[in-house]
C-alpha cells in the first residue's frame, strides 16, 4: 500500500483551513469563529479520539485523529491571522521541547532507568514553568482539564512535597468523613452548602483514584458506559413485553436492572 507523502498531505490541510478563513471566499461559519468559540470543539474531539481508542476502533482512530489534527490548524491559523505565531511554530516548538525533555536520547547523557527517566522529565517541566514565570508546586496545571482529572494532577504534584495521605485506606476513611459532612447538609438543603460538600467528596475520590494507581476519569467514563449500556438492555426488554420503561414502576425497573446485572455476570 502507498501512503501518501506526510508533508504533501499536511500542506494540502493548511491550504483547506485558509481558503475556510478567506475573508472573501471562506466558508461562512468558520469566517467568524474565534479561540473561543473553537475550544469546545478541541476538547471535544480530544475526547471522541480517547473513545475510539478504548473501543479499539481504529478506522475511527483514523478518522477523529483527523479531527483532532484540523483543531490544531485551526487554531494556527486564527494566531497567524493575528499575526502571534504559525503552525510551523507550533510543529517546531513541540520538536524543540521533546529533543530538550530526552538529553537521554538526543543528548550525550547516558540512557537512564524508567524512574531516574520519569524524574529528569519532572525537573525539565518544573525548570519550564520556572522560565514561563509560573511560581508554585501547582502551576501550570490547566484549569480547564475536566475536574476529574485535574483533582488528581493537583494532589499528586502536592504528594511530591509530602502532603498525601499514607494509603488508600486512609483516603476511604477520609471519604466516608465527607460523605457525613455532606449528609449533615441535607436538613437545609442550601444549594451553595451542599456544592462545596459533593465538589469535597468527588476531589476525595479523585484522590482514591490515584492512590489505587487508577485514572479517576477513565473510571467514570467506564461507569458511563456501563450505565448506558444497562439501561438500553432495561428498554429493550420492556419492549419485548410490550411497554416502555415509562410504564414501569421503580420496583419494577429495579428488578430489571437487577435482572440485567446478573445476566451480565452470568456471561
Not at 494556527?76 to 510543529?91: N, T
Request: glycine share 8%; charged share 30%.
Amino acid at each position: 500500500m502507498t501512503h501518501p507523502s506526510p508533508e504533501a498531505e499536511l500542506r494540502r490541510l493548511l491550504d483547506v483551513m485558509a481558503a475556510l478563513r478567506h475573508p472573501e471566499t471562506g466558508c461562512p461559519w468558520d469566517k467568524v469563529q474565534d479561540f473561543a468559540t473553537i475550544a469546545p470543539y478541541t476538547i471535544e474531539e480530544a475526547y471522541e479520539v480517547a473513545d475510539a481508542i478504548a473501543r479499539r476502533d481504529f478506522p475511527a482512530l483514523e478518522d477523529e485523529l483527523g479531527d483532532l489534527l484540523f483543531q490544531v490548524v485551526y487554531h494556527a491559523r486564527l494566531a497567524e491571522e493575528e499575526g502571534r505565531f504559525a503552525f510551523a511554530d507550533v510543529a517546531r516548538a513541540i520538536a524543540d521541547k521533546m529533543i530538550r525533555r530526552h538529553p537521554h536520547v538526543f543528548g550525550d547523557e547516558a540512557t537512564r532507568e524508567a524512574a531516574a527517566h520519569t524524574s529528569a522529565w519532572e525537573t525539565q517541566k518544573a525548570q519550564e514553568r520556572q522560565a514561563r514565570a509560573e511560581i508554585g508546586m501547582l502551576a501550570g496545571v490547566p484549569a480547564a482539564l475536566p475536574a476529574l482529572t485535574r483533582a488528581e494532577k493537583l494532589t499528586k504534584r502536592a504528594a511530591r512535597v509530602g502532603f498525601d495521605w499514607p494509603d488508600p485506606a486512609a483516603v476511604l476513611d477520609k471519604l466516608e468523613e465527607e460523605a457525613g459532612e455532606l449528609r449533615a447538609e441535607l436538613p437545609g438543603a442550601d444549594p451553595a452548602r451542599l456544592a462545596d460538600e459533593l465538589g469535597d467528596l468527588l476531589f476525595v475520590l479523585a484522590n482514591l483514584g490515584r492512590k489505587l494507581g487508577l485514572d479517576p476519569e477513565e473510571c467514570l467514563r467506564g461507569a458511563n458506559r456501563k450505565f448506558a449500556r444497562r439501561f438500553g438492555q432495561m428498554e429493550q426488554a420492556a419492549e419485548r413485553g410490550g411497554r416502555t420503561l415509562a410504564e414501569h414502576t421503580l420496583a419494577e425497573m429495579e428488578a430489571g436492572w437487577q435482572a440485567v446485572k446478573a445476566g451480565e455476570r452470568g456471561a
